[in-house]
């Protein structure tokens, strides 16, 4: 067997190797690996092609215009763009520190029967669908908000800071969707925090313990720095989700479209909100050019967020100085 | 001597659970001070197990629990006002793995018991640096104490667990398999480290290498896995000087083990 | 001696706050759930019946006064539902998981490294922009609202969901069952096929079911793309009902009566979701043995 | 400039010089089964084994003894061409296994392994039936008659002492196995397609010293047939079961593995020749 | 073990069922095959001329099989639905898919081309006909009024003229007892709270008649805000459709809005009368709906597309009223749908009338019924009409 080897020609080789079919199999899956890579140019394009009537009538100045009027043709994308980033930060602000506290209580302390149940339920909110969420919003939320929180904000903290100031009204707004978006985006947050939780190692946790450290120091010291980045990552994604989400914050939202208002308790509108809204009875063509701009912009928020969220866990994960040794 | 007495462990029919599942047989016996004493036997005798209820970390681990007494001088660890952290914080301990704190500097890392108990800056760094000459890591490491410990070797990163917990003073040190993970060189630097710490501590040392403890142990505890019952547990079948010990076992089991039969 | 250091109880009050802290946290993370799903429960459990799921949609025979006399049911948004998501998963799933396992075979080049970010982007791409794109490439291409176009692009959303976690599963089946079949001389992907993947079917099989349950609450796509129809329909190539638009139309009718099928809707498509979701944990509950 | 050229001249002889030492050891030593000469090994830039030369003898069992870290796994994977999935690893020196180089130009690795056969450190049976783990080699190789998959998985099952354990069920998973069972049903799975030599990592190390037994008397059985190497932590298993024995050390300096001494088990044990080769087996460190 | 195999099982249906789902995707028939097969039919048919007179209940369309589908005006979709539920009785092979999507869509998708035939409430304007470019029959089914609805739980019964509605959705009056509020009515007790505006968020028939109303009583707004489906509103927050506004004006005390007549009937919300140009305050029905139609009939333009909004004269007329128009092609491409289609509206425009009022729909003034009819007989296929009217 030995001397046949030696004897096979290199042609021969090759035309074995091939016939294992691992060359064949490295690029059908390398295929498909590109497929994906298309889709997100596809969109990309499409979007981009899309929005090419509206690009050149208002020019990058679009972003920071406002007004929006399809009568008159007068659109500018800053009520939009604000309403989304600051829904959106509601949300991140809310659930970023609840989903870490919930992730820590999971994976540290909650007894271990009680471990599985509790984060299933926790991840059950996530599969709730959005639109049920904005269901359950203007019918439930919504009415408690205003006479529970917003009300009792507006009169005490808004007499002086402009951002919770009255009247409050209809409830409907930026805090009421940043709120339900919080709740929507918690369970992922939640989620991603308490893999990441899973995955430092138990020696970092005894290290601790072993010196007299308490359960929350030890958390503190040794469970969380060393988690940092993933964290980190796991708020990015949450706030990706929160930026796109669309029928939740449509129906909450009050759909203020051509104006930004300083308090958080007055309507405004969300990018995705405003496409769905307006895009399906966009009827020139220069309107519906106009929302696919909004959905080109959208897309490049949550690519430039990817590209960041990246960035930023790459940085953090190199941890203080010097590199991991195996 | 009375401080040697204040020092020295007694297991009192120590039984450690993984939930209903009792892991080794009822244990009794005596770690005295200033002495190291070896605890040896084939993976799985439940050594580390008994290692770990000595300064409570057993019962860190979901489901487990710890039945009998662990008294400490006469103070019982389990005692219903006893709180696991302050054991922990008297009772030292060194892992099988290296485990610095990875996101912290060395000097951190050795500080970090103390900071937590709010002692000044000042302390700290005396202590630091006590604590690490007495780890034989001082002129290793002095020019980069705020570099990360894991720009250490693993030999050194072992030392610095040892720092981390002599620096808190303790009174009992416990070191699972610390050189399971390391060259030679540096697992003869730790026992030196052994030797000389058990001047003032007491030691307690859990090995799968009979060599190492026939080397630096005073006293010897063989365990087994028992596989005389349904579900195979760990057993203590033998303690006493080091030297009976490896020189006429009294136990059948034990002299198989050591002369390499088994295991 | 076993004694407290000086600083001990501040530490220890922190520590309870702490505990407090994160024990009220996820008490207060269950109370929206248990409303929404209270609610959805209690609104929606009356107008289920056996018409509900057997029959299509009846057009209102209403009065001035407001009486309905029939509403019908949603079968057509079942039927309708199943269609789109069964023919996204048709399409995502063959590229979902073929470049999972190129990115869990081959994880260190910089393909693979683009193929992860376009896959984090894609799943970070909000669907109402991939119901844009659906609806400007197929539907105004071939003018005509379709199943398909709204398939196609929930198999889009879906497609990251299920890469990823084909990647992750692939990662977590041992190395060393790899190389046991590397070792008896099995070509790589024969290695993957008969080893590695039926090792990680039940994985596989949970990001199927998660990327199922994503997709069938998914609205927005669809508004732009299937339309939606009154009557049973079983071809993809015409529009289509799905349920969770006909939980958004039936909430804007006039009707109390068709509101109330809307909360039926909710309830149903509520409970599909959330019973695939624990199929899905199920079947990686299972993996652990 | 002329500098660089120096030196690239320098390395040039010595590879000649080197190239020329095999073409007169090779002579003498392609009579073994497996024979190394300077083999290196890299992960990336970081050497883990330096000029290896050892020579393994057909149908005999060869232990690789030494402390964690000295390079014994590292070469054990290198004469089955496992660490081809690692793209940072890195061959220099030659392996030859009936006098052909294992990492020529000519040498199909997937071919390499049919004939050199591997048992791991950790029992790893596929999520298959009992059966079809047993059967995967054989299929893999090329066998489709039934019947003679049939009767070749049990004579192997016979051979790894698993037969009458697991007769009554043949089709379960090999996951539902205890770990001994598991791991003699992994030899059983790497003898099947009958390869030529068997490497072994570790065998028994995640074992109980039952199992621990009952795979090293299969491993005498099997030395009727095969050409076995195997790695050990337990030099009292050295010891028991192997016929040769080779110590292997980190260097402190390099960290690269390097070959201290070989040669008949027990005179090795008994009366190894170098001083570290003592240090070890007596047990001063490790 | 077990569990193995039963993850298998798992993933097994998963395949069968995935299966099971291809050869579904392609069971359903294609149009263009149906065409083929029932042409012959279809030939058959025409030929045989019907003398039915319009009340009777002889009209027997015309054997087809066919699939249309429709979107548009949401207003109008209940009298759709019911059209489209009894004509499966007399026609059962037509099938008939009608989206309440918003008159907006309905347009677009018409002329988009993805729908057969459209909904709207607000005619195509000159641009959109003339982008189209082929010829449009709008045909006006039914009449619909647009209200005023109101959050003020003490106040039964408000009246307003149509500038003082005006200033309140431009956000020049934002107390509900400001001075022009109370001198329209006398003796009412208005509270002393903030005016909210409610307005539709999305795109919608109902906000055209509605600012269109404005526009025509209010320079201001004509200026500031124009007509439109949807416009840049100077104040107020949006509710998304007619349940969003709905439920936006329940919650919110002091709120206004707009809705569709069969909306505020429907959920009994409050209905305020509004002055119409002869100087009344009419409160919207059925009747008063009606008689703006009929204020128009003079002046009805032939392709039917007009505006009844604030008639100049008639005591009892509503002034915030409009046609529902269908969009159809004048050519048709397909015979089969041609043939259904027609035969569809026709027997709406006859028969169907009779359940309009039932649902609450204003019928057209029979002039306009004979207009729209009449258009029916213009459509064409390949240069022939496509429908005569039954003798």
Not at chain 2, 59 to 78: D, S, T
Not at chain 5, 172 to 188: L, M, R
């Amino acid at each position: 067997m030995s001397q046949k080897e030696e004897n096979s020609s290199f042609y021969e080789v090759w035309q074995r190797r091939t016939q294992h079919g691992d060359l064949l199999f490295g690029w059908l899956t390398l295929f498909f690996g590109l497929v994906v890579i298309t889709l997100v140019f596809a969109i990309g394009y499409v979007v981009w092609s899309g929005s090419a009537e509206a690009r050149d009538r208002f020019g990058f100045g679009f972003l920071f215009q406002t007004g929006w009027n399809p009568v008159k043709h007068n659109f500018g994308a800053m009520p939009a763009i604000y309403g989304t980033l600051v829904s959106s930060l509601i949300a991140v602000t809310l659930a970023g520190p609840l989903g870490i506290l919930i992730a820590v209580f999971l994976s540290e302390l909650c007894p271990l029967h009680l471990r599985n149940p509790l984060s299933f339920l926790i991840e059950l909110l996530a599969a709730i669908p959005s639109v049920i969420y904005g269901m359950w919003g203007v019918f439930v939320f919504i009415p408690f908000f205003k006479s529970g929180i917003a009300k009792p904000l507006a009169s005490t903290v808004g007499q002086w800071l402009p951002l919770f100031a009255g009247p409050v009204a209809a409830g409907r707004g930026v805090m009421v969707a940043g709120i339900i978006l919080a709740i929507m985006i918690l369970p992922t947050i939640a989620a991603i925090a308490r893999e990441i939780l899973a995955v430092v190692p138990n020696h970092q946790r005894e290290a601790l313990l072993a010196v007299g450290a308490t359960r929350w120091e030890m958390i503190w010291y040794g469970v969380l720095p060393y988690s940092r980045a993933g964290i980190v990552g796991g708020i990015m994604l949450g706030l990706g989700r929160a930026l796109g989400e669309t029928m939740a914050a449509l129906m909450v939202i009050g759909s203020a479209k051509s104006t930004i208002e300083n308090s958080l308790f007055a309507p405004g509108i969300t990018a995705a909100a405003l496409i769905a809204s307006e895009l399906p009875n966009a009827n020139d063509s220069l309107h519906e050019s106009t929302l696919i701009l909004i959905a080109l912009v959208l897309f490049g928020i949550t690519l430039i967020l990817n590209i960041l969220a990246r960035l930023l866990v790459w940085q953090v994960s190199r941890g203080p100085v010097g590199t991991i040794r195996a | 001597m009375a401080k040697n007495e204040a020092n020295s462990i007694h297991l009192q029919d120590l039984k450690p659970f993984y939930g209903s599942f009792q892991a080794v047989a009822p244990v009794n016996t005596t770690f005295a001070s200033r002495a190291i004493t070896a605890m040896i036997g084939p993976s799985g005798c439940g050594k580390s197990t008994v290692i770990r209820c000595i300064n409570r970390l057993h019962e860190n681990i979901p489901g487990a629990r710890v039945e009998g007494k662990v008294l400490l001088g006469e103070q019982n660890l389990y005692g219903r006002e006893m709180e696991p952290q302050a054991v922990r914080r008297r009772i030292g301990m060194v892992f099988q793995q290296p485990n610095p704190l990875r996101m912290l500097s060395i000097e951190q890392n050795v500080a970090i018991g103390l900071k937590l108990e709010g002692r000044p800056k000042k302390e700290l760094a005396e202590r630091v640096e006590a604590s690490l000459r007495r780890a034989a890591l001082w002129d290793e490491v002095k020019d980069k104490l705020r570099e990360s410990s894991l720009a250490l070797s693993g030999g050194q990163q072992q030392r610095l667990c040892i720092a981390r917990t002599i620096a808190l003073e303790p009174e009992v040190i416990l070191l699972d398999e610390p050189c399971a993970a390391l060259d030679p060189i540096s697992t003869l630097k730790i026992e030196d480290l052994l030797l000389e710490l058990k001047q003032q501590y007491t030691v307690v040392i859990v090995t799968h290498n009979m060599q190492q403890a026939a080397r630096i142990s005073d006293r010897t505890l063989v365990f087994m896995v028992d596989t005389s019952v349904a579900r195979p547990r760990g057993l203590m079948v033998e303690e006493g000087e080091t030297l009976q010990i490896f020189t006429a076992p009294q136990d059948l089991r034990t002299q198989d083990y050591i002369s390499g039969r088994v295991g | 001696m076993i004694t407290q250091a000086s600083n001990y109880k501040q530490r220890k009050i922190v520590d309870q706050f702490m505990r407090g802290l994160m024990v009220g946290a996820t008490i207060l993370a269950l109370i929206p759930l248990f409303l929404i799903l209270g609610y959805v429960i209690f609104r929606g459990a009356s107008s289920l019946s056996l018409a509900f799921f057997t029959e299509a949609y009846k057009a209102p025979q209403m009065s001035l006064t407001g009486d309905v006399q029939s509403a019908g049911g949603v079968l057509h948004g079942i039927v309708g539902s199943i269609l789109i998501v069964g023919a996204s998963l048709l399409f995502a799933l063959p590229i979902g998981i073929l470049a999972g396992v190129f990115l869990a075979e081959y994880p260190a080049n910089s393909v693979a490294t683009t193929v992860r970010f376009a896959t984090d982007v894609l799943s970070a791409a909000p669907s109402i922009v991939v119901g844009v794109v659906a609806y400007i490439l197929i539907v105004q291409r071939t003018k005509q609202f379709s199943g398909l176009a709204g398939s196609v692009a929930l198999a889009v959303l879906m497609i990251p969901v299920i890469t990823r976690t084909t990647e992750e599963i692939l990662k977590l089946v041992p190395h060393t069952v790899r190389e046991a079949a590397i070792a008896l001389g099995t070509p790589k992907w024969k290695t993957t096929f008969t080893v590695v993947l039926p090792a990680a079917t039940s994985g596989i099989v949970t990001g199927a079911l998660l990327a199922f349950a994503r997709a069938t609450g998914e609205t927005a796509p669809l508004l732009l793309t299937v339309l939606g129809n009154n009557n049973l329909g079983y071809s993809l190539l015409e529009p289509l009902a799905a349920l969770p638009l006909l939980t958004y139309k039936y909430t804007e009718m006039p009707f109390p009566e068709l509101n109330d099928l809307a909360w039926g809707t909710a309830l149903v498509l509520t409970g599909l979701v959330l019973s695939v979701n624990l199929l899905a944990r199920w079947a990686t509950r299972s993996r652990l043995k | 400039m002329t500098q660089e050229v120096q030196i690239q001249a320098n390395i040039f002889s010595s590879l000649i010089t080197r190239f020329s030492n095999y073409q007169n050891e090779a002579v003498g030593a392609l009579s073994n089964k497996i024979q190394a000469l300077h083999f290196d090994f890299y992960y990336g830039k970081f050497q883990a084994l330096n000029d290896l030369s050892l020579a393994i003898k057909e149908r005999s069992i060869t232990a690789l003894i030494g402390p964690s870290g000295c390079g014994k796994s590292t070469f054990l994977r290198a004469i089955n061409r496992m660490h081809d999935q690692n793209p940072t690893a890195r061959a220099a020196g030659r392996i030859f296994l009936d006098g052909q180089d294992i990492y020529g130009p000519f040498t199909d690795p997937l071919l390499l392994r049919r004939r050199v056969g591997m048992v791991f450190q950790r029992p790893n049976p596929f999520t298959l039936s009992i059966f079809d783990n047993v059967a995967y080699g054989l299929r893999v190789a090329g066998w489709k008659d039934k019947k003679r998959i049939a009767e070749r998985v049990e004579e192997v099952l016979h051979q790894a002492a698993l037969w009458n354990e697991v007769k009554d069920r043949l089709n379960h998973s090999g996951l539902g196995l205890s770990g001994g069972q598991q791991q003699r049903l992994c030899i059983a799975r790497t003898i099947a397609p009958k390869p030529e030599v068997i490497l072994m990592d570790e065998p028994a190390s995640a074992l109980d010293p039952i199992s621990t037994l009952k795979i090293e008397e299969t491993m005498f059985e099997l030395r009727q047939e095969f050409t076995i190497i195997i790695v050990t932590h337990s030099m009292q298993q050295a010891a028991r079961v192997s016929d040769e024995t080779a110590f292997l050390l980190m260097n402190a300096e390099t960290r690269a593995g390097e070959l201290i001494e070989a040669g008949p088990t027990d005179q090795i044990f008994t009366n190894p020749q170098d001083k570290r080769t003592e240090d070890y087996i007596s047990g001063r460190f490790g | 073990m077990s569990l193995t195999k039963n993850r298998q099982i798992v993933f097994f249906c998963f395949l069968a069922l995935l299966v099971f789902l291809a050869p579904a995707c392609g069971s359903g028939p294609a149009p263009t095959d149906m065409t083929k097969k029932d042409q012959p039919t279809v030939e058959a048919e025409t030929a045989e001329p019907k003398s039915a007179p319009k009340t009777t209940n002889s009209f027997k369309p015309r054997a087809v099989k066919a699939k249309l589908t429709a979107s548009g005006a949401s207003f109008p979709d209940p009298i759709y639905q019911k059209w489209i539920e009894s004509y499966k009785g007399v026609a059962p092979d037509v099938a008939i898919n009608y989206q309440p999507v918003g008159s907006g869509q309905g347009r677009k998708n018409f002329f988009g081309g993805s729908t057969d035939f459209g909904g709207t409430d607000k005619y195509a304007s000159d641009e959109e006909l003339e982008t189209f470019g082929k010829d449009v029959f709008h045909i006006p089914t039914v009449l619909g009024a647009v209200v005023v609805t109101y959050n003020l739980p003490d106040l039964e019964k408000i009246q307003f003229s149509g500038e003082t509605l005006a200033n309140i959705f431009l956000g020049k009056i934002t107390k509900w007892n400001a001075s022009a509020i109370a001198k329209e009515n006398p003796g009412v007790e208005l509270p002393d709270e903030a005016i909210t505006v409610v307005h539709r968020s999305d795109g919608s028939g109902t906000t055209s008649i509605f600012t269109n109303y404005l526009s025509s009583v209010s320079k201001d707004w004509q200026t500031k805000v124009g007509t439109g489906d949807s416009v840049e509103w100077p104040v107020g927050i949006g509710g998304e459709k007619n349940p969003g506004v709905a439920q936006a004006i329940k919650q919110t005390e002091g709120a206004i809005g707009y809705v569709e007549l069969i909306y505020a009937t429907a959920n009994k919300l409050p209905t305020p009368a509004i002055k119409n140009a002869a100087g009344e305050y009419v409160e919207p029905n059925l009747a008063s709906t009606s008689a703006a139609a009929e204020g128009f009939l003079k002046t009805m333009p032939a392709d039917l597309r007009v505006n009844i909004i604030n008639p100049p004269e008639g005591e009892k007329v509503y002034p915030i009223a409009g046609f529902t128009w269908i969009l159809v092609t004048k050519e048709q491409t397909d015979k089969t749908k041609a043939t259904a289609l027609t035969d569809f509206l026709y027997w709406s425009l006859t028969e169907g009338t009779k359940d309009a009022e039932a649902l609450g729909y204003a019928p057209l003034p029979e002039t306009v019924r004979e207009k729209a009819l009449e258009k029916l007989t213009q459509i064409e296929v390949a240069g022939k009409p496509a429908f005569k009217l039954p003798k």
